[in-house]
C-alpha cells in the first residue's frame, strides 16, 4: 500500500517526491506536462521512498504517479 505522497524542495528546476509502503519495494515516478512520460528511478527496496526529479522547466505545471513493486 502506498501512503503519505509528497512534493517537496520545489524549487524552478527541481523537486523530490517521496511516499511510503507497508512493504519493502522499489521507487519509481512518472511525470511530465499535462501527461506522465518521463520516469525516475531510486535504487534499493526500501519503505520509505524518496526520488529525485531534475531539469524541470520553470513556471510549468508538471503530473506526476508513484508507483512501487514488492
Same mark, same amino acid.
Request: hydrophobic letters at 35%.
Given at each position: 500500500?502506498?501512503?503519505?505522497?509528497?512534493?517537496s524542495?520545489?524549487t &524552478?528546476?527541481?523537486?523530490?517526491? @517521496?511516499? /511510503?509502503t507497508n512493504? %519493502?519495494?522499489d521507487?519509481? =515516478?512518472?511525470y511530465?506536462?499535462?501527461?506522465?512520460g518521463?520516469?525516475?528511478?531510486?535504487? &534499493?527496496?526500501v519503505?520509505?521512498? @524518496?526520488? /529525485?526529479?531534475?531539469? %524541470?522547466?520553470?513556471?510549468? =505545471?508538471?503530473?506526476?504517479?508513484?508507483?512501487?513493486?514488492?
Amino acid at each position: 500500500m502506498i501512503s503519505n505522497v509528497q512534493v517537496s524542495g520545489i524549487t &524552478g528546476a527541481e523537486a523530490t517526491i @517521496s511516499w /511510503d509502503t507497508n512493504e %519493502l519495494s522499489d521507487s519509481s =515516478v512518472t511525470y511530465g506536462e499535462l501527461t506522465p512520460g518521463s520516469n525516475a528511478t531510486a535504487e &534499493g527496496m526500501v519503505t520509505a521512498h @524518496s526520488v /529525485d526529479l531534475d531539469g %524541470l522547466e520553470e513556471c510549468t =505545471v508538471y503530473v506526476f504517479s508513484v508507483s512501487s513493486n514488492d
